[in-house]
């Protein structure tokens, strides 16, 4: 036993003082009475211990007898005692159990509050459109500044919506004054409303344990739709159209829990919840006419703080407010019957720019218990996308305007559209999953029609960006939310309700590019290879004879340093970092064509086997090999030869195009899984499978990074600053295969040079530059620059001319002679020097060079 105690009132308690409890009977039964003398009993109160007069079995014993013959005695009394009678005068003396002197019932309510549904069955008050800005009040715009005060005194609780028709519930917790358990044999909740007969709340049983403080009953009830009757009374009074009947017709239908009706030991009782109205507003001065037994104290002790009584709180009734009914959105597969519940996750595998095609769903109307819940607006929202918190994928209210105003296409609206999605995945900066809904077919008629068992369908879409990656900040959880509405109360307020079906990104791999190698020629067999080795050959000639004529001219003296160092020390001017301006800067050697070969090695990290597709034309090749789809198996990595078109330098609002974005652009492929079944066979089964698809492209990211860090990246991709053409012309025996020039030994030949600029080069950076033109022969497969000792050719005239960017003849010629037989390539290239560069040289060599078939005559017959 534990006695807290104080000494005096305004001290503080002290400390809990454990005592002993000693149980007087088995003292007793060691006496020879068996009773406990007084000396015994004194040397216990001695030991500091406490003696309770009566054992615990025996006051059970005691009180349950106790209530049984008070259980009898009111079974066999006439009167109820705890029904106030309304009828009885204020004279007369007030009945046992009135509201003047009753007694409160062992049952207490602790707490009652309503029942919050599922989410799905949730009921969502929002404005009507055109409503949101109408007042509310005459002094709306008036401030008061007692207004947040009473407010808050006030605290009014906010209705729960009930939709007519459909079942709700209130929990309430009791309190068992009592040491037995309390039977309750009948409890029914009242409410406070216009009409009773709407609301149906049966009645319950229920045991409440000994000693409880919250034992919890749900108390179910539901409000009866009125719709019928309304239209009936609707028929009868359609005389009266005024505004102020419409006005009245805009009633809220808002009802409380007051209490509840419980009977118990034989007697009824009302147990109110919350101040009574009684209390509220006292009107029974029966009390006050009675004498009073006990006279007003002269004063008042002051207790101490600690000692003072806490203040309970009030009791809040728990309000609803009746709308009409309300439609039943099921939603379920295609391939299946059963709906889909709350907390149901769809897995949703996803790889850096794939187009992941959720099986379709089926949406269904229950038109609720009454039958009455018509569907009159859907709404299907994505949440959770990132950067995107909410975003209406379908509305129908928005699908029947614009088909009013536009008529829909067929078939190919809806390739466009979906082409439109995946392109639009190609952009920088979008958030990284993106979703589509594809609605064809679903229209509010198919869901109301209870005809149709079927409903309507419908299929999503998410797409990830190409740079998803850990972008994900919600950790992949995505919700697909279906909000509709039925009737509304009145034409300011709407009533929503919504179904989430929740999704699971999950982050698998998928193909991807994993290098990139520019080939300068555009052929396998163009002869590329021979015609750089002899240039680099010439090259080393003239420098040794260079080198050679100047050691003689100086007599084998130092040689001085070349005048270009000393040029480039004068002209110390920054360039600005622009495409445009990057002409002989980036030392190279190129092709002034309009085309550039590109090796793209593709690696499938799939499961699966995938074809790789182009929709703007081949995937890849040569001329003469198209490669229209390629097929990789799954974990290997192919190399794929693309010829694309050079990017320009000026885009077409003439500012400095974005090379990163159009070569992303022009080298971005579709990707699918191959349809075949698990044994690898492709059978009508394999074909119904879902296929996994997407585009595969360069990270943009990354290619933004090389190309800044390499500012050679924009010779290699983008348009030439000079374009080569070259010819040769001369006395020839007749024109071989592949349009070559057949020759005899010794016959001279004539080659002409045709140089020109770019018109997007800016002129101040043309004048600051130097074009060399250089004539250059090549033995066809040569590739290692071999001779004997013996010239094969001989160049006539000059195979160099510098020219400037004022020089208006920008042509030149040569004459060569062969002196042995083969098969030759002549060509020509432009060596272009920036005046800001320290020693750089880009060289572009002429698109195509003429191919010259030298062989002996053949005799005659």
Same mark, same amino acid.
């Given at each position: 036993?534990?006695?807290?105690?104080?000494?005096?009132?305004?001290?503080?308690?002290? *400390?809990?003082?454990?005592?002993?409890?000693?149980?007087?009977?088995?003292?007793?039964?060691?006496?020879?009475?068996?009773?406990?003398?007084?000396?015994?009993?004194?040397?216990?109160?001695?030991?500091?211990?406490?003696?309770?007069?009566?054992?615990?079995?025996?006051?059970?014993?005691?009180?349950?007898?106790?209530?049984?013959?008070?259980?009898?005695?009111?079974?066999?009394?006439? !009167?109820?005692?705890?029904?106030?009678?309304?009828?009885?005068?204020?004279?007369?003396?007030?009945?046992?159990?009135?509201?003047?002197?009753?007694?409160?019932?062992?049952?207490?309510?602790?707490?009652?509050?309503?029942?919050?549904?599922?989410? @799905?069955?949730?009921?969502?008050?929002?404005?009507?459109?055109? #409503?949101?800005?109408?007042?509310?009040?005459?002094?709306? !715009?008036?401030?008061?500044?007692?207004?947040?005060?009473?407010?808050?005194?006030?605290?009014?609780?906010?209705?729960?919506?009930?939709?007519?028709?459909?079942?709700?519930?209130?929990?309430?917790?009791?309190?068992?004054?009592?040491?037995?358990?309390?039977?309750?044999?009948?409890?029914?909740?009242?409410?406070?409303?216009?009409?009773?007969?709407?609301?149906?709340?049966?009645?319950?049983?229920?045991?409440? *344990?000994?000693?409880?403080?919250?034992?919890?009953?749900? #108390?179910?009830?539901?409000?009866?739709?009125?719709?019928?009757?309304?239209?009936?009374?609707?028929?009868?009074?359609?005389?009266?159209?005024?505004?102020?009947?419409?006005?009245?017709?805009?009633?809220?239908?808002?009802?409380?829990?007051?209490?509840?009706?419980?009977?118990?030991?034989?007697?009824?009782?009302?147990?109110?919840?919350?101040?009574?109205?009684?209390?509220?507003?006292?009107?029974?001065?029966?009390?006050?006419?009675?004498?009073?037994?006990?006279?007003?104290?002269?004063?008042?002790?002051?207790?101490?703080?600690?000692?003072?009584?806490?203040?309970?709180?009030?009791?809040?009734?728990?309000?609803?407010?009746?709308?009409?009914?309300?439609?039943?959105?099921?939603?379920?597969?295609?391939?299946?019957?059963?709906?889909?519940?709350?907390?149901?996750?769809?897995?949703?595998?996803?790889?850096?720019?794939?187009?992941?095609?959720?099986?379709?769903?089926?949406?269904?109307?229950?038109?609720?218990?009454?039958?009455? %819940?018509?569907?009159?607006?859907?709404?299907?929202?994505?949440?959770?996308?990132?950067?995107?918190?909410?975003?209406?994928?379908?509305?129908?209210?928005?699908?029947?305007?614009?088909?009013?105003?536009?008529?829909?296409?067929?078939?190919?609206?809806?390739?466009?559209?979906?082409?439109?999605?995946?392109?639009?995945?190609?952009?920088?900066?979008?958030?990284?999953?993106?979703?589509?809904?594809?609605?064809?077919?679903?229209?509010?008629?198919?869901?109301?029609?209870?005809?149709?068992?079927?409903?309507?369908?419908?299929?999503?879409?998410?797409?990830?960006? @190409?740079?998803?990656? =850990?972008?994900?900040?919600?950790?992949?959880?995505?919700?697909?939310?279906?909000?509709?509405?039925?009737?509304?109360?009145?034409?300011?307020?709407?009533?929503?309700?919504?179904?989430?079906?929740?999704?699971?990104?999950?982050?698998?791999?998928?193909?991807?590019?994993?290098?990139?190698?520019?080939?300068?020629?555009?052929?396998?067999?163009?002869?590329?290879?021979?015609?750089?080795?002899?240039?680099?050959?010439?090259?080393?000639?003239?420098?040794?004879?260079?080198?050679?004529?100047?050691?003689?001219?100086?007599?084998?003296?130092?040689?001085?340093?070349?005048?270009?160092?000393?040029?480039?020390?004068?002209?110390?001017?920054?360039?600005?970092?622009?495409?445009?301006?990057?002409?002989?800067?980036?030392?190279?050697?190129?092709?002034?064509?309009?085309?550039?070969?590109?090796?793209?090695?593709?690696?499938?990290?799939?499961?699966?086997?995938?074809?790789?597709?182009?929709?703007?034309?081949?995937?890849?090749?040569?001329?003469?090999? /198209?490669? /229209? !789809?390629?097929?990789?198996?799954?974990?290997?990595?192919?190399?794929?030869?693309?010829?694309?078109?050079?990017?320009?330098?000026?885009?077409?609002?003439?500012?400095?195009?974005?090379?990163?974005?159009?070569?992303?652009?022009?080298?971005?492929?579709?990707?699918?899984?191959?349809?075949?079944?698990?044994?690898?066979?492709?059978?009508?089964?394999?074909?119904?499978?879902?296929?996994?698809?997407?585009?595969?492209?360069?990270?943009?990211?990354?290619?933004?990074?090389?190309?800044?860090?390499?500012?050679?990246?924009?010779?290699?991709?983008?348009?030439?600053?000079?374009?080569?053409?070259?010819?040769?012309?001369?006395?020839?025996?007749?024109?071989?295969?592949?349009?070559?020039?057949?020759?005899? *030994?010794?016959?001279?030949?004539?080659?002409?040079?045709?140089?020109?600029?770019?018109?997007?080069?800016?002129?101040?950076?043309?004048?600051?530059?130097?074009? !060399?033109?250089? #004539?250059?022969?090549?033995?066809?497969?040569?590739?290692?620059?071999?001779?004997? %000792?013996?010239?094969?050719?001989?160049?006539?005239?000059?195979?160099?001319?510098?020219?400037?960017? =004022?020089?208006?003849?920008?042509?030149?010629?040569?004459?060569?002679?062969?002196?042995?037989?083969?098969?030759?390539?002549?060509?020509?290239?432009? @060596?272009?020097?920036?005046?800001?560069?320290?020693?750089?040289?880009?060289?572009?060599?002429?698109?195509?060079?003429?191919?010259?078939?030298?062989?002996?005559?053949?005799?005659?017959?």
């Amino acid at each position: 036993l534990t006695v807290p105690q104080s000494k005096w009132t305004d001290d503080e308690p002290i *400390p809990s003082l454990p005592l002993p409890l000693v149980d007087p009977n088995h003292i007793a039964m060691g006496s020879r009475h068996g009773t406990m003398d007084a000396s015994l009993s004194r040397s216990l109160i001695s030991l500091n211990s406490v003696l309770p007069k009566i054992h615990a079995d025996s006051c059970g014993m005691a009180q349950k007898r106790c209530l049984a013959l008070i259980a009898d005695l009111r079974q066999e009394m006439p !009167t109820i005692s705890a029904l106030y009678n309304d009828s009885l005068q204020k004279e007369t003396f007030p009945i046992y159990g009135s509201s003047a002197t009753s007694v409160p019932p062992p049952l207490q309510i602790v707490s009652a509050k309503a029942v919050k549904s599922e989410s @799905h069955l949730l009921l969502e008050r929002s404005k009507a459109a055109g #409503f949101s800005g109408r007042a509310t009040g005459v002094m709306a !715009t008036f401030f008061n500044p007692f207004d947040n005060k009473k407010k808050q005194a006030e605290k009014k609780v906010q209705p729960t919506l009930v939709a007519e028709g459909e079942e709700r519930a209130v929990l309430i917790e009791f309190a068992n004054c009592l040491s037995v358990p309390l039977a309750i044999p009948s409890c029914q909740v009242e409410f406070k409303v216009r009409d009773s007969d709407r609301i149906k709340a049966p009645p319950l049983s229920f045991v409440v *344990p000994a000693k409880a403080t919250n034992f919890a009953v749900h #108390f179910p009830f539901f409000v009866l739709d009125t719709s019928a009757s309304a239209k009936d009374k609707g028929a009868t009074s359609s005389t009266k159209t005024n505004d102020d009947d419409e006005e009245e017709s805009v009633v809220i239908d808002v009802f409380e829990v007051i209490g509840l009706r419980a009977t118990c030991l034989n007697r009824s009782f009302f147990i109110p919840i919350g101040e009574s109205e009684q209390q509220q507003n006292p009107q029974d001065d029966t009390a006050e006419s009675l004498e009073k037994q006990v006279p007003d104290a002269a004063s008042v002790y002051q207790k101490s703080n600690h000692n003072k009584p806490k203040k309970k709180e009030e009791q809040t009734r728990p309000a609803f407010e009746a709308v009409p009914s309300q439609p039943h959105l099921h939603v379920s597969f295609t391939t299946s019957q059963t709906p889909i519940e709350d907390g149901t996750t769809v897995p949703v595998h996803l790889s850096d720019g794939e187009i992941f095609t959720i099986p379709s769903f089926r949406l269904q109307n229950d038109f609720g218990p009454s039958g009455m %819940g018509i569907m009159e607006r859907l709404q299907i929202v994505g949440v959770g996308l990132p950067g995107l918190p909410e975003e209406i994928l379908y509305d129908t209210d928005e699908m029947a305007a614009a088909q009013e105003e536009e008529e829909m296409t067929d078939s190919d609206d809806g390739e466009d559209e979906s082409t439109d999605f995946e392109e639009l995945m190609e952009a920088d900066g979008l958030p990284p999953l993106k979703m589509k809904a594809i609605c064809e077919g679903l229209s509010l008629e198919n869901i109301n029609d209870k005809s149709k068992a079927t409903g309507s369908t419908v299929m999503f879409q998410v797409a990830a960006t @190409h740079d998803m990656g =850990n972008q994900l900040a919600n950790g992949g959880n995505v919700r697909i939310r279906f909000r509709y509405r039925g009737r509304s109360p009145n034409p300011a307020t709407e009533i929503w309700r919504k179904r989430e079906v929740s999704l699971r990104i999950i982050r698998v791999k998928g193909p991807r590019i994993s290098s990139l190698t520019f080939r300068s020629d555009l052929s396998w067999g163009s002869s590329y290879s021979e015609l750089c080795q002899s240039l680099a050959k010439q090259k080393i000639q003239r420098e040794q004879v260079v080198t050679s004529d100047r050691a003689a001219a100086l007599g084998n003296k130092e040689t001085p340093p070349a005048p270009a160092l000393e040029y480039a020390e004068e002209t110390e001017a920054k360039i600005e970092d622009s495409v445009l301006n990057r002409v002989g800067l980036d030392t190279g050697v190129h092709v002034s064509g309009n085309d550039v070969v590109v090796l793209m090695a593709v690696a499938n990290e799939t499961n699966s086997t995938i074809i790789l597709s182009n929709r703007k034309g081949l995937v890849g090749g040569f001329e003469g090999s /198209p490669m /229209p !789809t390629v097929r990789v198996t799954s974990g290997v990595s192919v190399k794929i030869p693309v010829v694309i078109p050079r990017i320009e330098r000026i885009a077409d609002d003439d500012t400095v195009a974005d090379i990163a974005t159009e070569l992303v652009a022009r080298t971005a492929l579709q990707w699918e899984t191959e349809a075949v079944d698990e044994d690898g066979n492709k059978n009508e089964e394999a074909r119904n499978r879902r296929r996994r698809q997407g585009r595969v492209r360069i990270p943009s990211r990354c290619l933004r990074e090389i190309i800044a860090e390499h500012q050679s990246f924009a010779a290699r991709i983008c348009k030439p600053p000079v374009s080569i053409k070259v010819s040769v012309t001369g006395k020839s025996t007749g024109l071989g295969p592949e349009k070559q020039l057949m020759v005899s *030994p010794g016959t001279p030949l004539d080659a002409h040079v045709e140089m020109e600029t770019a018109d997007w080069v800016p002129k101040e950076i043309m004048a600051n530059c130097t074009v !060399t033109v250089e #004539f250059c022969c090549a033995r066809k497969g040569d590739t290692m620059g071999r001779d004997n %000792g013996a010239r094969p050719y001989i160049w006539c005239g000059q195979v160099m001319r510098k020219m400037g960017a =004022n020089d208006t003849d920008k042509h030149h010629r040569a004459r060569i002679a062969f002196m042995e037989s083969g098969t030759f390539l002549v060509s020509a290239c432009a @060596h272009v020097c920036n005046r800001n560069g320290t020693g750089t040289e880009e060289t572009w060599w002429a698109p195509q060079a003429e191919n010259v078939q030298v062989s002996l005559p053949t005799p005659s017959a």
